[in-house]
């Protein structure tokens, strides 16, 4: 049948379409049922053709693929459970997921995260369970990258390279239940305290509590950071070290500097308000310049009325 005998382009595209959505393609090896594809062990390199549309679950997990495309993702317009778990994805893109808001489930443990841009979940308010455990190669997370997604009720980023969390990235997850932290290293400075003390009040649960501990500075090493709020409030605001106390020195030098040159600054100012006062005065009070102190001593009536004792020095 071509295309100009048979029904219109809209009907051809029609029914194109509704061939997708019933589920009468399926990605080559994949199984399909029920508005959920499972093509999982199947050693693809890349995200699978030939999705049907109305999926609404998709397990990628123990494959080899290499990133997420946008636009073929997009279509998927009813994805509620993304699983890919175990594959080789490098990173995340801001419009990664821009399709796909409806999102409740999002696997994407044991990859090779090295970037996750800070736009990536905005569009994923319901999402509520998110796992990017074991990326070893993340290392760090934009304090926006969770701004959107306020549903999260689970979030695991166990083994993924993190030093720091700003606080200002999971503060705002009032739902937040269950967070998992350990395998990391981290650096519990005063730049973590803020996000200690939310975990400290914060009403979470920490299964791994235990093992998500400081590795630096020294002194905390080994300190659950759910517990670590209380010692490094200690150590950041009521603490001084050795730097401190050498800032403390040099400012108190520098206030006694300031202060000595003020003093030895308000004695030229005085003599020399005095010398020209007298200046202005008239010739005897020229004269007594140099001898201040001694007019001082010895201003009296007598002084005053010699008037020319200065002349004899
Ligand atoms: C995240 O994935 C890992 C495996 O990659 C699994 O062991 C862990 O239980 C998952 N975390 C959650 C919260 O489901
Ligand atoms: C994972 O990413 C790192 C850093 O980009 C790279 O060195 C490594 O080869 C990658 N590993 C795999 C299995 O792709
Ligand atoms: C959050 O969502 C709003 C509106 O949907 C959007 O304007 C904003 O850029 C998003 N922010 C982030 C950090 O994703
Ligand atoms: C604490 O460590 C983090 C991560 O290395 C660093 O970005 C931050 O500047 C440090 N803050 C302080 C106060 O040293
Ligand atoms: C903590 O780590 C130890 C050793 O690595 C492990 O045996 C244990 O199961 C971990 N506990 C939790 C709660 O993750």
């Known amino acids: 049948m071509s295309l100009a005998s048979g029904p219109g382009p809209q009907l051809l595209l029609f029914s194109l379409g509704m061939g997708l959505v019933s589920g009468s393609k399926c990605p080559n090896n994949c199984l399909?049922?029920?508005q959920e594809v499972s093509c999982t062990n199947m050693q693809l390199m890349e995200y699978p053709l030939?999705?049907?549309?109305?999926?609404?679950r998709l397990f990628l997990s123990n494959n080899k693929i290499t990133s997420l495309p946008a636009l073929q993702l997009g279509f998927l317009s009813d994805l509620v459970y993304l699983d890919c778990q175990n594959n080789r994805i490098r990173e995340l893109m801001d419009y990664t997921f821009i399709g796909v808001f409806k999102l409740i489930y999002l696997d994407l443990s044991s990859n090779n995260l090295t970037s996750i841009s800070p736009f990536s979940?905005?569009?994923l308010s319901n999402l509520v369970r998110l796992n990017?455990?074991?990326n070893p190669h993340l290392l760090s997370l934009d304090k926006y990258t969770f701004a959107n997604t306020t549903s999260l009720r689970y979030l695991d980023l166990r083994n993924t390279g993190l030093q720091t969390i700003d606080h200002d990235a999971l503060h705002h997850l009032v739902v937040l239940q269950t967070l998992y932290l350990s395998g990391n290293p981290w650096k519990c400075n005063c730049s973590f305290l803020e996000f200690a003390i939310h975990l400290l009040v914060a009403e979470m649960e920490h299964p791994d509590g235990q093992n998500a501990t400081c590795t630096e500075p020294t002194e905390l090493s080994g300190?659950?950071?759910a517990r670590v709020g209380n010692p490094l409030q200690y150590m950041c605001l009521t603490h001084l070290n050795h730097q401190d106390y050498i800032f403390l020195l040099l400012i108190g030098f520098c206030i006694f500097a300031a202060g000595t040159v003020a003093a030895w600054l308000t004695g030229v100012c005085a003599v020399l308000y005095q010398s020209t006062h007298r200046k202005s005065g008239g010739d005897d009070t020229e004269d007594e310049a140099g001898n201040r102190v001694t007019n001082k001593i010895f201003r009296s009536k007598a002084y005053f009325n010699q008037g020319r004792f200065?002349?004899?020095i």
Do not use: A, G, K, Y
């Not at 030939?50 to 609404?56: A, Q, V, Y």
């Open 223 to 225: 300190w659950p950071i």
């Open 32 to 34: 399909c049922q029920d």
């Open 50 to 56: 030939n999705i049907p549309l109305n999926t609404r």
């Open 310 to 312: 200065p002349h004899l």
């Open 121 to 123: 979940f905005s569009v």
């Open 132 to 134: 990017i455990s074991n």
